[in-house]
C-alpha cells in the first residue's frame, strides 16, 4: 500500500511514547512554553482565589445591606401611619346608656355599640379556656404572633382546598378590631403582625384578655361576652355554664353564620367543636364534654329594652338627654339614667287605656270585616294563621285573625276559623256591631238581631277568645259516632282595632315626680306622644283656671263686694259677642238650656259655659291669661273670651300641671321624668329635687279642691265617685265632641286623661263626653293604684271657714230655705246677709234684670 512520507509512522510513535526519551525531552519544554504565556492557559493561584472570595463577599454584602435599607424604609413606611398603642392603656370603648325605672329596674337601652364592661375577675375560668382553645391554644405561649399556628393552619388550608382554619392570635384579633380596617391585604397582615407583637410586650396576657373579650363582636349587635350573655341568655356572665360558654366561645369566627337564633343546627355543631378543643387541651374532660352538649340551653330571643316595657317614657327620656347632653354621650357614653316612671302603673295605665278605648270603639259601631276571600282561599289563609299559632298558641284572652265559614241567622251564631281552630260568635258577642253613625248616640239605636246582617262567609275578622272548649267526656258509646260532637268549639267574641287615641299622665303630688305617661293606644304603630307633643283643646277642664282666677281677684261682682267665693251668685243668661271683624258670637250650654240665678259651685259642678264666660268676662281675659301662666300654662292663649271654654290648644301635661297647683296647696311643683343621670365614672351629672313654688294662695287652693271634689260628687264627673274616697276633678269636652278629657287627683296623686282621633276634626260621637269616654279609664287606673293606699281627706289650711248657707241663694238660710249647706271660705269672705223671704219681689225683679245682662 502506498504511503505519503509525511505520514508519522504509528509504530515509531508508539516506541517513543512516554517512556522513550524523545517523550522526556519533549515534556520540560512544554512546562516552559506555558510558564512563558505561550500554548496553554495559566491555572489560577492562591492569591486570585482570595480576591474573588473578597470581591463575592463585597458584593454579597453591599446585597445584604441593600435588602436590609429596603426592609427597613419599606418597615418605616409600614409603620408610618401604625396606630400607638398606649390608648390600650386607657381602656373607654363605646358602652350602653341605660335607662331604669324607680325601683331601678332596666327599662332601656341606647347605644351605638351594645356593650358592657365587664372586669376579667368576673369573667368565669371556664369561658376564658373556651375562647383559649377554640382561637388561640398557644396564647400563652407565643409573642403576638403564633407562627405554628400559622404553619399548620396554611397546610390545613392547602389540605382542605378552602380555608377551614386561620391563623390569627387572640393579640392579632385585638389589634384588628381596634386600630386596623377589615381590608384583606399582605399589608394589612403585616401591620396586625407588627402591633400584635409590640401590644405583646406591652401588656400582660390577662389584660389582652380584657380587652378581647370586652371588645369582640358576638352577634346580634352585642360586643363583648356581657352582652352577648344577656342577648342569648338572659343571664349575666358569671353564671354560664360550661355548655353556654363553648356556645359563645363558637361565635367570634363568624357571629352571623353560628347564630342560636337563626342557625340553631350550625352553632350546635360549633358549640361541640369548641368542646372538643377544650377536650384537647386539656381544660375539660370527656364526660364534661358530653354532658355540656346533652345541655338544653335556653336560648331567649333578644330583649329589646327600648320598646318592651315603657316606650314611650323612654322615648321622652332620650329626647331630654340628647338635647342637653349630645348624641355621643348618649348613645357611647355609658349613662345610667334614673327615672321616676313606675313600671306596675305604667301597665296599669296601657291596660285601661287598651279596655276603654275598645269600649268606646264598639259604641262607635263596626267598620266592617278587614278583608273577604273567596271560597278557594279560606284554605291556604287558614293554614298561614295556623303556622303562627305554632309560635304562639291560642288562649283565653288573646284577639287573633279568623275568617268566617259559617253564618246561622236561625241559632244566631258565627262560625269562625282561626288555622285549624274553629270557634263560634253568639249574637250577644256582636251586638254592638252597629253601622257606624256619629249623629246616633249608643243606646238610642236597636242592636243587631241577625249576625248575617253583619258578616258573611270568607269575612275576615279580628275576634277575641272568650273560653277554650271543654274537655270531652270520654264515652263507649262516642267511638261509636262517625260525627263527634261539637268539642272542639271555641267561644270568640267580634273585635275591631280601635281607631280612637288616648294619653294618661300621673304625677306625684308632693314630689312632681311623673310616675306614668302614656302617649297613645300602641306606640308600636305611632310614636307620637300625646301627652306633650299633642296640642288639643282642652274645653271645660280649662275652666277650673277661670275660677281660682276668680277666687284670687278682688272683683266687683259678688257678695258685699268681697269678691268671688264659692256661693256668688251669676245669672245664667243668654250672651252675645262682636268681634272686630263683626262676628257674631252666641255661647250656649251644653244641651243648650239657661238656668238663671246660679251659685258659682253649681256653675263648675255642671260646667255651665255661659257662667264661666262672665266671670272672664268680669275678671279680664289678659289677667286670666297671666293667672294660667302662674300655674305653668305655656302654649299660646287667644286674647279673647272663648278661652273660658277651653278654645287654646294644650298638653295633657301642662294641664295635669296646672291641676298639681292645687293638689299641692297653692305651690307650683315642677314635673320631673328623670331624678338622677349619672356617667360612666360615677359622677352625678343630675340630680333632681322638687322645685317648689308658692303661685297661688293656699287658701285659694283648698276652695278650688272643694268646688272640684263637688264635680264629682254632684256634677259632671259623677261616674268617678266609684273611687270610694276623695277625689277632686273636672269632666272636658270640646265642641262637635272631638276631643274628650279628665284630669282629677286625690291627695297623693295628680292624673289627666285625654281621648279623641289624630285627625283634630273628626267626633267621638254624639253623647261621647268626658264623662262617658275619658273618664272611666281615669277611674279604672285610680282603682287599681290606689287599691292598697289609705284613705285621706285633702287637709284644710288655716284661714279657711265653713258657713252654713241657703243652698239656692248663697246667703244665709232663714228658717223658709228649702235646703242649707256648709260652704266654705276663706276667712271674711263668708256671706252677712240672709236670704230673701220667698215673698220678696225685689228678688225677682233682680233676676230679671240681671238675666237681661
Not at 118 to 130: F, N, Y
Not at 248 to 263: C, H, I, M, N, V
Request: hydrophobic share 35%; proline share 5%; net charge neutral.
Amino acid at each position: 500500500m502506498e504511503t505519503n512520507e509525511n505520514t508519522p509512522d504509528i509504530t515509531e510513535k508508539q516506541e517513543n511514547g512516554p517512556d522513550s526519551l524523545e517523550g522526556q525531552e519533549n515534556g520540560p519544554n512544554r512546562l516552559e512554553k506555558q510558564e512563558n504565556g505561550h500554548d496553554s492557559p495559566e491555572e489560577p493561584g492562591t492569591t486570585d482565589y482570595m480576591k474573588i472570595f473578597f470581591k463575592s463577599l463585597v458584593v454579597f454584602f453591599l446585597l445584604a445591606l441593600t435588602v436590609l435599607m429596603l426592609l427597613g424604609v419599606f418597615y418605616l413606611y409600614i409603620c408610618r401611619d401604625l396606630p400607638k398603642i398606649s390608648t390600650l392603656k386607657d381602656y373607654r370603648p363605646p358602652i350602653i346608656t341605660s335607662v331604669y325605672s324607680d325601683d331601678n329596674r332596666k327599662i332601656g337601652e341606647f347605644y351605638r355599640e351594645r356593650r358592657i364592661v365587664v372586669p376579667l375577675d368576673r369573667i368565669p375560668e371556664t369561658l376564658l379556656d373556651a375562647f383559649i382553645a377554640a382561637e388561640d391554644a398557644r396564647f400563652y405561649k407565643h409573642k403576638g404572633v403564633d407562627y405554628i399556628s400559622i404553619i399548620r393552619a396554611m397546610f390545613k388550608n392547602i389540605e382542605a382546598g378552602t380555608i377551614v382554619q386561620g391563623g390569627s392570635t387572640i393579640t392579632q384579633q385585638v389589634t384588628k378590631s381596634f386600630f386596623l380596617t377589615p381590608e384583606r391585604s399582605y399589608t394589612r397582615k403585616l401591620k396586625e403582625a407588627i402591633l400584635a407583637y409590640d401590644i405583646d410586650n406591652s401588656f400582660t396576657k390577662e389584660e389582652i384578655l380584657f380587652l378581647y373579650l370586652n371588645q369582640i363582636y358576638l352577634g346580634h349587635g352585642a360586643y363583648g361576652v356581657e352582652a352577648a350573655a344577656e342577648n342569648y341568655f338572659g343571664k349575666t356572665v358569671e353564671v354560664l355554664n360550661l355548655a353556654e360558654c363553648a356556645m359563645l366561645a363558637g361565635l367570634p369566627q363568624a357571629p352571623s353564620s353560628y347564630s342560636p337564633f337563626r342557625y340553631p343546627e350550625k352553632a350546635k355543631n360549633r358549640q361541640i367543636y369548641v368542646l372538643t378543643r377544650m377536650v384537647t387541651e386539656g381544660y375539660i374532660t370527656e364526660d364534661q364534654k358530653a354532658e355540656a352538649i346533652n345541655t338544653e340551653l335556653d336560648i331567649k330571643p333578644r330583649r329589646n329594652w327600648y320598646s318592651e316595657k315603657v316606650p314611650c317614657y323612654t322615648e321622652h327620656v332620650r329626647r331630654y338627654v340628647e338635647k342637653k347632653y349630645g348624641k355621643e354621650l348618649l348613645y357611647a357614653g355609658g349613662l345610667k339614667i334614673y327615672t321616676a316612671v313606675n313600671i306596675d302603673m305604667q301597665k296599669t295605665a296601657r291596660a285601661e287605656i287598651t279596655r276603654g278605648l275598645k269600649k268606646l270603639d264598639k259604641r262607635q259601631g263596626y267598620r266592617g270585616p278587614e278583608k273577604h276571600l273567596e271560597p278557594e282561599e279560606i284554605e291556604a289563609f287558614s293554614k298561614e294563621l295556623q303556622e303562627k299559632l305554632k309560635e304562639e298558641p291560642l288562649e283565653e284572652g288573646k284577639t287573633v285573625n279568623g275568617v268566617v265559614v259559617e253564618v246561622n241567622d236561625k241559632e244566631k251564631y258565627v262560625t269562625v276559623r282561626t288555622g285549624n281552630i274553629h270557634g263560634r260568635i253568639g249574637i250577644d258577642d256582636m251586638a254592638w256591631a252597629r253601622s257606624p253613625n256619629p249623629e246616633i248616640a249608643y243606646g238610642d239605636y236597636l242592636h243587631i238581631k241577625r249576625p248575617g246582617s253583619v258578616l258573611s262567609v270568607g269575612d275576615v275578622v279580628l275576634v277575641t277568645v272568650k273560653k277554650k272548649p271543654e274537655e270531652e267526656k270520654k264515652d263507649k258509646k262516642d267511638k261509636k259516632h262517625k260525627e263527634p260532637e261539637k268539642k272542639d268549639i271555641w267561644e270568640f267574641a267580634l273585635e275591631q282595632e280601635p281607631k280612637v287615641q288616648s294619653a294618661l299622665l300621673c304625677i306625684e303630688a308632693e314630689t312632681g315626680m311623673v310616675k306614668v305617661m302614656v302617649g297613645g293606644r300602641d306606640f308600636n304603630q305611632s310614636e307620637f306622644n300625646r301627652a306633650v307633643q299633642s296640642r288639643r283643646q282642652p274645653g271645660s277642664a280649662f275652666k277650673p283656671i277661670i275660677y281660682a282666677a276668680a277666687l284670687d281677684r278682688g272683683a266687683t261682682i259678688g257678695t258685699d263686694g268681697k269678691g268671688y267665693t264659692p256661693a256668688t251668685e251669676i245669672i245664667d243668661s243668654p250672651i252675645v259677642e262682636h268681634n272686630l271683624e263683626g262676628v257674631t258670637w252666641k255661647p250656649k250650654n251644653y244641651g243648650n238650656k239657661f238656668y238663671g240665678p246660679t251659685l258659682l259651685r253649681e256653675a263648675l259642678a255642671k260646667s255651665r259655659n255661659v257662667v264661666t264666660i262672665k266671670i272672664l268676662q268680669d275678671i279680664g281675659v289678659d289677667y286670666a291669661i297671666e293667672y294660667a301662666r302662674n300655674l305653668g300654662i305655656e302654649s299660646r292663649l287667644d286674647r279673647n273670651l272663648s278661652i273660658a271654654l277651653g278654645s287654646s290648644g294644650l298638653s295633657l301635661l301642662e294641664l295635669v300641671k296646672a291641676y298639681s297647683v292645687f293638689a299641692n296647696q297653692g305651690y307650683l311643683v315642677k314635673p320631673a321624668f328623670i331624678h338622677t343621670i349619672i356617667d360612666r365614672d360615677g359622677n352625678i351629672l343630675e340630680e333632681v329635687s322638687p322645685e317648689r313654688k308658692k303661685v297661688i294662695e293656699e287658701s285659694t287652693a283648698y276652695l278650688m279642691t272643694n268646688l272640684l271634689e263637688s264635680v264629682v260628687k254632684e256634677g259632671t264627673g259623677f261616674k268617678v265617685r266609684k273611687l270610694n274616697r276623695p277625689v277632686a276633678g273636672k269632666t272636658g269636652t270640646t265642641n262637635d265632641l272631638y276631643d274628650a278629657w279628665f284630669v282629677g287627683y286625690t291627695l297623693r296623686y295628680i292624673t289627666g286623661v285625654w281621648v279623641g282621633f289624630d285627625e283634630v276634626q273628626t267626633s267621638l260621637g254624639r253623647k261621647e263626653t268626658g264623662s262617658r269616654a275619658a273618664s272611666p279609664i281615669w277611674l279604672g287606673f285610680m282603682q287599681e293604684i290606689l287599691k292598697d293606699k289609705p284613705i285621706i281627706d285633702f287637709p284644710v289650711p288655716e284661714g279657711v271657714v265653713f258657713t252654713k248657707i241657703d243652698a239656692k241663694t248663697g246667703l244665709l238660710p232663714i228658717p223658709e230655705s228649702e235646703k242649707t249647706r256648709f260652704e266654705c271660705f276663706v276667712e271674711g269672705t263668708e256671706p252677712t246677709e240672709y236670704t230673701k223671704k220667698p215673698d220678696d219681689i225685689f228678688g225677682k225683679e233682680h233676676f230679671f234684670k240681671n238675666g237681661m245682662m
